[in-house]
């Protein structure tokens, strides 16, 4: 996706049940039930999970060099992912990853992620970080991609994202 279609994040309908959501301590991970549940990102405002925020983040990771990748049905947006290969020296950062309600389960996120893992391994990259919602969902995800807790989160990363869960992979 060209920086100027970013803008179209806002077709990307994110809402959630979310019952379970997991707090890590090193590589393990305690779930905690509840309901969390995402609602639509907010059209109109400003605040985190507005359309203009998640624009914001999409605009940040592509100018720090991220490729960003749209899967469209229909002719709109149902699927963004963002790679941004070298965060450190050999390690690339799954950076955004979201997939329409709708069109979840049906194979859209995993054909993401496997086309950012071949962007970041032809960067040269051999392992990959992600800072996922610690949703059950989420998790369940991408443990299914290959990811496993880490340890010692990235600094950088646990600074800007401290609930969620640290994953890396080797690619």
Known sequence: MG?????RV??????????VLYDQHGTELVARHGDWSA???????????????QVHALEHYVDSGGIALGAFAGGQLVGVGVVVPHLRPGTA?????HVSAPMRAAGIGSRLCEQLDLIARNAGDSDMVVSATPSE???????????VPMAEPLAELFALEPEDVHMHKVL
């Open 3 to 7: 920086r100027t279609e970013l803008s």
């Open 10 to 19: 806002g077709e990307i309908d994110r809402r959630e049940r979310i019952e």
């Open 39 to 53: 609602s639509a990102w907010d059209p109109d405002g400003h605040g985190e999970h507005s359309v203009e925020a």
């Open 93 to 97: 950062q799954l950076a955004y990853l």
């Open 137 to 147: 969902n989420t998790v369940r995800f991408y443990v299914g991609r290959g990811f």
